[in-house]
């Protein structure tokens, strides 16, 4: 039983961020929010994670804002405000990095593109394949025999 | 010929992306600003050793800098000198954000090392400088007179980089503040 409840209590008394939010549904979105948020910091880390200061005052401004009634889209905005798209996890389509999400889609395309070509061009050859095939001692020419 | 002119060409451009990304990958380290352009955040708060307020908002109509400090970051220790100089040189008004540090530290830094600030205001719970977008010290911003943040730099001054990004980019007339 002591095991059991130790299992429970010692990781969240470790945790980085031990602060609760009173209300469930607060803190689910605090939650979220803390893990979506770079710690510009130790730049591979979320705010959520990250045990220095700046991540601690960052964390307290999410639960301010939070608890002011903002939505998740206004507290990530006054965040990209302040330290741009960078602290964004997943950053927001702009006209800034929209060749960044619009080049794979592009490259899908001209990858599409160019297997589109080589099929039809082996389409194309296989008939010609098959009728060899089909008559392995004919003396007749090739279709295109005479063009040569 | 032109079925190796196609990957030729691909393979070509994407040496010339890399190369480019390789060439500018010192500058990638640095995170750019996210308020150049933007009006200055608003603050007033206590100033450094006095019972007084310093609101940004009196800087309205001049050019200044604000430089971002504290006794617990060494570069700022090794930035000090050149602040040092700027002061002398009284180009522009430096005003100091003494960021999460305690008032005692920071008076004897002081004391200590000189003051090459105008007023240093205090920002113990590190809210001013989350409005400014500060990630690390020492950061310094050059604001111009009608409150809009110019330029930021991030890790210590240096006479060179003074000179050419802060000072390079004052209309004639701004130095010695125009007050």
């Not at chain 1, 964004?88 to 389509?93: I, K, V």
């Not at chain 2, 809210?127 to 690390?136: K, L, M, N, Q, T």
Request: charged share 20%.
């Amino acid at each position: 039983m002591v095991v059991a409840w130790l299992l429970i209590a010692v990781p969240r008394a470790l945790a980085i961020d031990p602060i609760e939010l009173e209300e469930p549904a607060l803190q689910e979105r605090y939650r979220d929010l803390t893990h979506e948020l770079r710690c510009m910091q130790c730049q591979n880390q979320s705010i959520a994670d990250s045990p220095v200061g700046l991540a601690g005052d960052l964390r307290r401004e999410v639960r301010e804002l939070l608890l002011a009634g903002k939505t998740d889209a206004e507290i990530r905005n006054h965040m990209r405000e302040r330290y741009g798209d960078f602290i964004l996890f997943r950053p927001q389509f702009s006209s800034r990095n929209a060749w960044l999400w619009l080049t794979p889609l592009l490259l899908l395309l001209i990858g599409l593109g160019a297997a589109v070509r080589v099929i039809r061009r082996r389409a194309a050859l296989a008939p010609t394949d098959h009728s060899l095939h089909d008559e392995p001692s004919g003396d007749s020419a090739p279709p295109d025999g005479s063009a040569s | 010929m032109t079925r190796f002119l196609l990957p030729a060409g691909v393979f070509a451009l994407l040496v010339t992306v890399l190369f480019i990304g390789v060439q500018r990958a010192p500058e990638k380290t640095v995170i750019p600003s996210a308020l150049i352009g933007k009006s200055a955040p608003a603050f007033v708060l206590p100033v450094l050793g006095s019972a007084e307020q310093f609101s940004a908002a009196s800087m309205r109509g001049r050019w200044y800098v604000l430089n971002v400090w504290g006794t617990w970051c060494p570069e700022c220790r090794n930035e000090h000198e050149t602040l040092l100089e700027i002061a002398r040189s009284r180009a522009l008004p430096v005003i100091g954000l003494n960021w999460k540090d305690e008032d005692g530290a920071a008076l004897e830094w002081l004391e200590q090392l000189g003051n090459p600030y105008d007023v240093v205001a205090v920002d113990r719970e590190g809210r001013v400088a989350i409005d400014w977008g500060v990630y690390g010290a020492p950061e310094t911003f050059l604001v111009d007179a009608s409150g809009t943040v110019v330029y930021r730099h991030v890790g210590p001054l240096d006479p060179q980089t003074w000179s050419r990004e802060f000072l390079g980019r004052l209309p004639r007339g701004a130095i010695g503040g125009g007050s």
